[in-house]
């Protein structure tokens, strides 16, 4: 078997917080992303879904570079990530490209559309011929279903739709080819009516380019057409990990019964009773000691209290973290 | 699109200059008092005296048809040739150029003004283009190296510079400037020197703007940095400036690319209105440095009851104020695409 | 009568003969024509006037090349400029500056009457309601028409802590409008009413002005009005607050009661004269070498046309006027305004608090020979600055 394109071990990321000054050394962290690990084939999809504020924008940003790990490793097509430095970072992220949330923030406001596909070009000096790099521009335009390109060439964001937008951001991904695409909530901006044109594009990149996808949303609705795996985040913890099919057929975690049963499941018969979450998420600075769910969990033992259950494997690919899955 | 706006707002511009002009008139004719009487104090005016004067003036005319004088209001005849009425002869002149006889200097308003404009621009534009310069410069430090000591020692000073009073500071650099730099005090030029070449008076002049440029560099380079800082922190956090980075920039570029340019909108705007303002807001630091500016002129005039002066003065200053908001409106629709549609 | 001429000029009739008046008006005088110590050699409105010295002056002339006066923009620039020594001498400073520049070893101060000596006045309405001018409203508070009143007001006026207060000290007590500057012209001899707020009181008291309604204030004999004046002054006098504050003090001491109120110059014009609406005005005059115009305000001929501010009317002195005016015989003339002085302070128009001193100064290191005895001071002036030669 091919080893995976992105192999993540115990990765960890953590933000000072509280009264943190240059004059004071801080006196917590928040465990942004907490002993995660997974990995992601050459073209495939990989969902990560959790709610607001598990991590999932930190993780993408770690693997990225963005955010430096605290500990953990990050190989990515047989290189350590987390070593990387300067000109070699710059040249590992070109094979790695993501895309925002928010289209109407994630496009500078004062350049065209030309300028903002061709920049990753110019940056690593790719292309750098005018003709090759107009016409790189044009073909990654296309790819993103912008046609025909050149309407767009010498537009600003701002007289573009909220698609249009999100599907300049693609193509200014795509432009430099990348073998993994990082797309953080890329459809939650966006009007109902286009998000599924904007899913199938992505679905449609992964089979037709093998581009891998870390597809991130905390909304299970979105994921089926474009995922192959789904990865389910909470507090900084993968808390369940397998097929899509089994996954959200066969949840393991109460966490993730919970996020599927307030889910509009595409499929009526699929539909059980809502499982209501009580408590709050606990304070990612003050962890609780045994399961980070427990508090919240419908079906909390004190084992669960006690002690915090490992990712264990339960069949075929598909592992989850709780004593009594 | 960008020419109807273009239009739009030109046109706009000339009619706040065409109400400014009428509002300037009525303005100093509603103020108590016979303006005859107001430039010159000697009681001891003969009546033929004080009618001669009113005559050289043109105030012995109607006010405008039908109005004698406003304050007190006093009627007069509806049907006199309107050209021939205070009003009219004041746009009139104010077409041909002429902005009236100074009371005090008895010299054409016009002459002064120019002279002390060009003074009061050459101070304040070296002034304020290093106060933007070094101001931007201090803040784009401060934002990027936001929360270190840089940052904070640039922000405490900023701050500093911003709220001292202006007055004071001068006097403070006036005295150390002088005792300890050797440099002049007050003018602008050294009186009665013989300069050897074009570059002497440079020099010389250089020398006696150096205290009042440095002043009001101080003055306004604390407004610009604390902008510019949060003006640049805010797009820094921007999705774009991440995206940026995520693309491969390294700081410097996005710096150049993304950055700057977005956080200048702000600065633009108050870049030209504080342009605008200046042009007769140097007043306390040309009180200070004894510059034979425009400040310095309205500042005399105001003392003196000067109401030709102060009436030119007025205008000069209302029509730079409108023209620097044009400027900042145009400019704005060049650097920012989003404007054209509004 | 010489110092009348001061402002009468001679004209060259074959120039100027056949011309209108309105050519006058309109001769700007670019090129001037004088016959002085000094040449004007260039002049840069409110910057400077440079001055070459006349090598042909019939005079002595003087030791110097030429002279700058160099305008600044304001007094403390002034005072810097002499301590550095961009400039020898200075001709005004503010009082506060007198203390720190008397230190100075390089620097001597000089300490007079100013040349064109100013004089700051208190002015009472006088004008009674039945010879009210045609434009006039006459509004004054009746009881200032009585004399005792303004005597027991006089007596009431500490004028040593005026001039330690608003002028540091530089002045002089007042007598009348005509200040001791005019030199020959002011009556040395007069007597002044002593500050003395139990004379004072005794006079209130004596006159039947009693507090009847004990609230501190005295009213008229008849019981009607409070002695509550209105007291305005100029707003562009920034002595003008600091004068009202310490009136009020002590004349409070006394029963009297005042409203002070700053007025912009123009609505002190309109109220003053001849409106004669208010009660009590705190202003000033500049005045000529000569006293004849400050005489004048003190006239029954100024009332109508708003040179006499009080309204003051009295047939003996209008005659005493009339009689200096023609008089030829400067020592006459002398008895005559002294006279006329004599009966201002005895009938008191005006309260004159004080003559303001003017101080200049001069560097000793650079030149010397300046005219500093004389009883005016004008270091600048053309006598002085012929006479000066650079220090060895
Ligand atoms: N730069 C930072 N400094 C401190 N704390 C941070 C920082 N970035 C994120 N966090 C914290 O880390 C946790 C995870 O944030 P993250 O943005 O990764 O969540 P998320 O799952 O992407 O949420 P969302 O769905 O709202 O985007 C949150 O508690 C957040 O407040
Ligand atoms: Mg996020």
Redesign the pocket.
């Given at each position: 078997m091919a080893s995976p394109l992105v192999a993540v071990r115990n990765l960890r990321t953590l933000?000072?917080?509280g009264a943190h000054s240059v004059f004071r050394a801080p006196a917590t962290f928040?465990h942004?992303?907490d002993d995660v690990t997974f990995d992601i084939d050459e073209g495939e999809a990989l969902a990560l879904v959790?709610?607001?504020?598990?991590?999932?924008?930190?993780?993408a940003?770690t693997l990225l570079g963005l955010?430096r790990p605290t500990t953990g490793s990050i190989d990515f097509a047989g290189q350590e990530m987390t070593a990387l430095k300067g000109s070699e970072l710059k040249a590992a992220r070109r094979n790695m490209q993501m895309i925002f949330?928010d289209p109407y923030e994630s496009l500078n406001p004062l350049m065209r559309v030309g300028e903002i596909v061709a920049e990753p070009l110019i940056v690593h000096k790719l292309a750098n011929a005018r003709s090759d790099r107009e016409a790189r521009v044009r073909a990654a335009l296309e790819a993103a279903g912008l046609k025909p390109p050149e309407v767009y060439l010498e537009r600003y964001p701002y007289q573009l739709s909220g698609g249009q937008r999100q599907r300049v951001a693609i193509a200014a991904a795509l432009v430099l080819e990348p073998r993994l695409l990082l797309a953080?909530?890329p459809v939650s901006m966006l009007d109902v009516s286009i998000r599924a044109e904007i899913i199938n594009l992505l679905a449609e990149l992964k089979q037709t380019r093998k581009i891998s996808i870390l597809f991130?949303t905390?909304d299970l609705g979105t994921v089926t057409a474009v995922a192959d795996r789904i990865a389910v985040?909470y507090l900084?913890r993968i808390v369940e990990l397998g097929r899509t099919a089994d996954v959200l057929t066969q949840p393991r975690h109460p966490y993730t019964k919970a996020l599927l049963s307030v889910t509009p499941a595409p499929n009526p018969r699929l539909r059980k009773e809502r499982i209501i979450l009580k408590g709050e998420t606990p304070d990612?600075t003050r962890l609780p000691g045994g399961c980070r769910f427990a508090p919240r969990c419908p079906v909390a033992q004190p084992l669960c209290l006690a002690s915090d259950p490992p990712l264990t494997a339960l069949e075929t690919g598909h592992t989850a973290a709780c004593h009594f899955g | 699109m960008r020419n109807r706006r273009l239009i739009n707002k030109v046109a706009w511009a000339l009619f706040t200059i065409c109400f400014v002009i009428v509002l300037n008139f009525f303005l100093f004719r509603i103020l108590p008092g016979d303006p005859a009487r107001a430039g010159i104090r000697d009681p001891r005016l003969t009546a033929e005296a004080q009618q001669a004067i009113r005559v050289r003036f043109g105030l012995d005319k109607p006010v405008i048809n039908c109005f004698a004088s406003i304050n007190p209001p006093k009627p007069a005849d509806c049907f006199v040739n309107p050209l021939d009425t205070q009003f009219f002869i004041y746009v009139g002149n104010l077409f041909r150029g002429e902005f009236g006889i100074s009371y005090h200097s008895n010299q054409p308003v016009a002459q002064v003004l120019a002279e002390r404009t060009w003074n009061t621009l050459l101070l304040i534009g070296v002034a304020q283009f290093l106060a933007i310069i070094l101001g931007v410069a201090l803040g784009v430090i401060a934002a990027w190296k936001l929360g270190t000591p840089v940052d904070y020692s640039a922000l405490i000073f900023s701050l500093v510079a911003w709220s001292l009073p202006t007055f004071w500071l001068g006097i403070i650099l006036l005295f150390w400037g002088s005792t300890n730099l050797g440099l002049p005090i007050g003018g602008m030029v050294t009186p009665g020197m013989n300069y050897a070449s074009i570059w002497a008076q440079v020099i010389d002049v250089g020398r006696h703007m150096f205290l009042p440029t440095l002043t009001y560099t101080i003055v306004f380079l604390g407004e610009y940095m604390l902008i510019m800082r949060s003006s640049l922190i805010d797009v820094l956090s921007e999705d774009y400036v991440l995206t940026a980075k995520a693309k491969g920039l390294n700081s410097y570029q996005i710096l150049k690319a993304h950055a700057l340019r977005n956080a200048m909108l702000p600065m633009v705007t108050i870049i030209a209105l504080n342009l605008g303002f200046t042009v007769a807001g140097a007043v306390q630091i040309e009180t200070v440095f004894s510059w034979p500016g425009l400040g310095g002129a309205i500042y005399e005039a105001v003392g003196q009851r000067d109401y030709p002066m102060l009436q030119g003065a007025f205008l000069l200053l209302a029509v730079s104020v409108i023209v620097a908001n044009l400027v900042a409106d145009l400019l704005y629709t060049y650097l920012d695409p989003r404007v054209q549609l509004e | 009568m010489e110092s009348q001429l001061f402002s009468l000029y001679i004209l060259p009739e074959h120039l100027w003969g056949e011309k209108t008046a309105q050519a006058a008006i309109d001769f700007t005088n670019d090129t001037m024509v004088g016959s002085g110590p000094f040449k004007l050699a260039e002049y840069r409105q409110n910057q400077f006037v440079r001055l070459d010295t006349n090598q042909d002056y019939y005079g002595s002339v003087p030791k110097v090349d030429g002279a700058i006066l160099q305008t600044y923009g304001n007094q403390d620039a002034l005072v810097q400029a002499l301590k550095t020594g961009e400039v020898d001498m200075i001709t005004e400073m503010p009082n506060t500056a007198v203390a720190a520049l008397r230190n100075d070893a390089n620097i001597q101060l000089v300490v007079g009457a100013p040349l064109d000596p100013g004089v700051t006045d208190i002015i009472f309405n006088l004008v009674p309601p039945d010879q009210c001018p045609p434009d006039g409203k006459c509004t004054g508070h009746p009881a200032l028409k009585d004399l005792t009143v303004r005597k027991a007001l006089a007596h009431a006026t500490d004028k040593q802590q005026l001039i330690d207060i608003v002028l540091l000290g530089l002045g002089t007590p007042g007598l009348t409008l005509i200040p001791d500057g005019l030199g020959v012209y002011y009556n040395n001899t007069l007597q002044d009413y002593a500050f003395d707020i139990a004379t004072a009181n005794k006079l209130l008291d004596d006159a039947g002005y009693k507090d009847v309604n004990g609230d501190g204030v005295r009213e008229t004999p008849d019981g009607k009005a409070p002695l509550s004046f209105r007291l305005n002054w100029a707003g562009d006098m920034s002595s003008g607050p600091r004068i009202a504050e310490l009136l009020s003090k002590t004349w409070g001491e006394i029963g009297i009661k005042v409203e002070m109120q700053g007025l912009d110059p123009d609505t002190l014009t309109s109220v003053c004269c001849p409106a004669f609406d208010y009660d009590i005005i705190i202003w000033g005059w500049g005045s000529d070498p000569d006293p004849a115009f400050l005489l004048s305000v003190m006239t029954t001929d100024e009332i109508p046309t708003g040179t006499s501010e009080s309204g003051y009317s009295n047939p003996e002195y209008d005659e005493l006027f009339a009689q200096q005016a023609v008089e030829t015989d400067k020592e006459k003339r002398k008895e005559l305004i002294w006279e006329m002085q004599a009966i201002a302070l005895r009938d008191l128009p005006y309260i004159i608090p004080y003559y303001g001193q003017n101080v200049q100064a001069f560097r000793k290191d650079r030149f010397q020979g300046w005219i500093t005895d004389s009883s005016k001071i004008a270091l600048e002036d053309p006598s002085s600055l012929s006479l000066i030669e650079p220090v060895k």
């Open positions: 933000f000072p917080v928040v942004a992303v959790g709610e607001s504020g598990c991590g999932k924008s930190t993780l940003l955010e949330q953080d909530e991130i905390h985040m900084g990612p | - | -």
